[in-house]
């Protein structure tokens, strides 16, 4: 049996590899390591209970067993199993989030995400081309796209599923996958115009 603590030493991934009492051992204890470190990173989250903690747990279980394999020991198991659990509890907060966000209210810019749902704004690295490409996405996304356009890379930028981005906008997938390629492309072009090459556009924005 793992001790409780659950010490430096212990080999994660041959535990949960194992069969019988052992590996129930390793997954009741990693649950609970779990659900503490996501009632922790989550403690700020008011829509947050301890049952979800505990669903989140068990949903990044099933994840991290499949993942095994990827599992490199450039970290502790323990911190990398952590971030899969968070990313984990976001994406189902993300999608219960946005489950009664409108297309109006996405459109008229009004929704306050909380922070954990919005993608953190580049690092200023002073480099004055990424300052003026960052200037220039602004007016590309302003001024070349429409407002379903617009809605829609807003919202997969911000993590909503195509299906649901579909419901949203009350579009069939494909139109949707069409409706964001076309956002895609029509901010290319407004950069392109703006001066910058593909080499400058090709990381960020893929086709």
Known sequence: MIAADTPAETDWPAVLRAEGRVRDDALRQLSALLQRRL??????????????????????????LARLDQFQNRSRFETWASAIALNTAFA??????????SLDALVAESVSLPAA??????????DPTHTAMVAALGRAIAENLTDRQRAGLDAELRGLPVDQIATLLGAKRNAVYKLLHDARRAIKRRLTDDGFSVTDLQNSFPT
Do not use: M
Not at 92 to 101: A, C, D, E, F, V
Not at 117 to 126: C, E, L, T, Y
């Open 117 to 126: 749902f919005v993608a953190p704004a580049p690092a200023d690295d002073g």
């Open 39 to 64: 009632r922790a990173a989550l403690r700020h989250q008011t829509n947050v209970a301890a049952a979800d903690c505990e669903d989140f747990a068990q949903e990044a279980l099933l994840r991290i």
């Open 92 to 101: 189902r907060l993300r999608r219960k989030y946005w489950q009664n966000i």
